[in-house]
């Protein structure tokens, strides 16, 4: 299945992309730093914005995309939330224009705010904050415009980059 990885650069993307590349085509688009991957991963090229990269993608170009960007990570203003979101937005328009039928983000654990115990995936979180619900409204769009899609919520990461706490 030939895949658009975004976020290759990331602390999730990283390892994903060198784990899927060995069975699966990835695609992702250069990175500030360039291509840091061994294996033979296919870049597009960088543009200055986010939408001229998304805008260079063709029809039937791809099955899946797999998102696990979130800019300016471990920022998580309100105003960060805002420019992520409407990236997302912009994203997953663009995928359904492109007949992209296929959708894997990454939400948060931030989104079940400050329940605690055993939660279900459609119990409603308390005091989620900004960024918790900015994910919920984004988890809300991959619903409603994906035929197929997984949501991965990650629990305290640790890792370089992440939030001090």
């Given at each position: 299945m030939?895949?658009l990885?975004l976020g290759?650069s990331?602390?999730?993307?990283?390892?994903?992309v060198e784990?899927?590349?060995?069975?699966?085509?990835?695609?992702?688009?250069?990175?500030?730093?360039?291509?840091?991957?061994?294996?033979?991963?296919?870049?597009?090229p960088?543009?200055s914005s986010?939408?001229?990269?998304?805008?260079?993608i063709r029809p039937?170009?791809?099955?899946?995309?797999i998102?696990?960007?979130?800019?300016?990570l471990?920022n998580?203003s309100?105003?960060?939330?805002?420019?992520?979101?409407?990236q997302?937005l912009f994203?997953?328009?663009?995928m359904?224009?492109?007949?992209i039928?296929s959708?894997?983000g990454?939400?948060?654990?931030?989104?079940f705010?400050s329940?605690?115990?055993?939660?279900?995936?459609?119990e409603?979180?308390k005091?989620?904050?900004?960024?918790g619900?900015?994910?919920l409204e984004?988890?809300d769009?991959?619903?409603?415009?994906f035929?197929?899609?997984?949501?991965?919520?990650p629990?305290?990461l640790v890792g370089s980059r992440?939030?001090?706490n």
């Amino acid at each position: 299945m030939r895949t658009l990885l975004l976020g290759s650069s990331g602390f999730i993307g990283k390892p994903l992309v060198e784990s899927l590349a060995n069975n699966t085509k990835i695609t992702i688009f250069e990175s500030r730093s360039g291509n840091h991957f061994d294996k033979n991963i296919e870049t597009l090229p960088k543009t200055s914005s986010f939408r001229e990269q998304l805008m260079q993608i063709r029809p039937k170009q791809f099955q899946r995309v797999i998102d696990c960007s979130w800019s300016g990570l471990p920022n998580l203003s309100n105003e960060n939330n805002k420019l992520n979101l409407e990236q997302k937005l912009f994203l997953i328009d663009r995928m359904r224009q492109l007949g992209i039928k296929s959708y894997v983000g990454f939400g948060s654990c931030l989104e079940f705010g400050s329940l605690t115990g055993e939660v279900n995936e459609e119990e409603k979180g308390k005091d989620v904050g900004n960024f918790g619900s900015t994910k919920l409204e984004l988890l809300d769009r991959v619903r409603s415009s994906f035929e197929h899609h997984i949501w991965f919520r990650p629990f305290y990461l640790v890792g370089s980059r992440q939030h001090e706490n």
